[in-house]
T-cell receptor, first 112, second 114 residues
Framework: GDSVTQMEGPVTLSEEAFLTINCTYT??????LFWYVQYPGEGLQLLLKATKADDKGSNKGFEATYRKETTSFHLEKGSVQVSDSAVYFCAPLPTNGQNFVFGPGTRLSVLP | DTAVSQTPKYLVTQMGNDKSIKCEQNLGHDTMYWYKQDSKKFLKIMFS???????INETVPNRFSPKSPDKAHLNLHINSLELGDSAVYFC?????????????FGSGTRLTVV
């Protein structure tokens, strides 16, 4: 079945540090890939997405590149801020159109 | 304007009670979902409705019953609440699978059963 593996948190960084959160997946066919972010006490929000191989999704300084050969979609940011502290979820959309698989979430804490 | 709204935001209740959570979306989406998030942040799909029709019903106790009076609303009723039902419940919506652009989530309902 479809599954997602994310790096285990929590990840604790100092402000302005470089961030990478790894995500690899197994999915039926050729999925679209999403990253969601959940700020404390809130619901999940779509952060970025990529729909085909080598596409790069980007938003709010975050980027992720769709790597079909390694089935990965790692999230990166060059300089994190305290306001980026949240839980990040990787999610593939399988080609059968049923997006019910979320990664386990990676908690990021950014210290001033 | 709130795109996906859930009520209540917090719900504290005793074991054995029956409670409902309401969800409404004003995005014109065709599909709505209920997810359960446990204390470790794992998200698990519970139900999915497309145009008022149930299309996904994962293995959840039959004490949980979704109801969709129209495609903009998906309510969740829970009978005989148990301690293990304590979690955050998220409603979400999306366009149908052929036009999927991602979910829009509500802000969640934190259910605490005591």
């Amino acid at each position: 079945g479809d599954s997602v593996t994310q790096m285990e948190g929590p990840v604790t960084l100092s402000e302005e540090a470089f961030l990478t959160i790894n995500c690899t997946y197994t999915a039926t066919g050729y999925p679209s890939l999403f990253w969601y972010v959940q700020y404390p006490g809130e619901g999940l929000q779509l952060l970025l997405k990529a729909t085909k191989a080598d596409d790069k999704g980007s938003n709010k300084g975050f980027e992720a590149t769709y790597r079909k050969e390694t089935t990965s979609f790692h999230l990166e940011k060059g300089s994190v801020q305290v306001s980026d502290s949240a839980v990040y979820f990787c999610a593939p959309l399988p080609t059968n159109g049923q997006n019910f698989v979320f990664g386990p979430g990676t908690r990021l804490s950014v210290l001033p | 304007d709130t795109a996906v709204s859930q009520t209540p935001k917090y719900l504290v209740t005793q074991m054995g009670n029956d409670k409902s959570i309401k969800c409404e979306q004003n995005l014109g989406h065709d599909t709505m979902y209920w997810y359960k998030q446990d204390s470790k942040k794992f998200l698990k799909i519970m139900f999915s409705y497309n145009n008022k029709e149930l299309i996904i019903n994962e293995t959840v106790p039959n004490r949980f019953s979704p109801k969709s009076p129209d495609k903009a609303h998906l309510n969740l009723h829970i009978n005989s609440l148990e301690l293990g039902d304590s979690a955050v419940y998220f409603c979400a919506s999306s366009q149908d699978s052929t036009r999927f652009r991602g979910y829009t989530f509500g802000s969640g309902t934190r259910l605490t059963v005591v």
